[in-house]
């Protein structure tokens, strides 16, 4: 894997756990920026041919 797939998963890893405790605290502004985020960042992998499905099962 090269160090851009792995900064790149590692960044989804980030911030869906991010998106996951803004939600959990209610934090509905944080959640909406964490999730533009992890969509930027699903496209980027896609355009890019980076399979995330693996890694959003965990």
């Not at 756990?17 to 920026?33: H, I, K, N, Q």
Request: no cysteine; glycine share 6%; charged share 30%.
């Amino acid at each position: 894997m090269d160090a851009f797939t792995a900064g790149l998963l590692h960044r989804i890893q980030t911030t869906e756990s991010d998106l996951s405790r803004a939600r959990e605290t209610g934090d509905d502004f944080l959640a909406e920026v964490e999730q533009a985020e992890l969509d930027d960042l699903h496209r980027l992998a896609a355009e890019h041919g980076v399979e995330i499905g693996a890694l959003s099962a965990r």
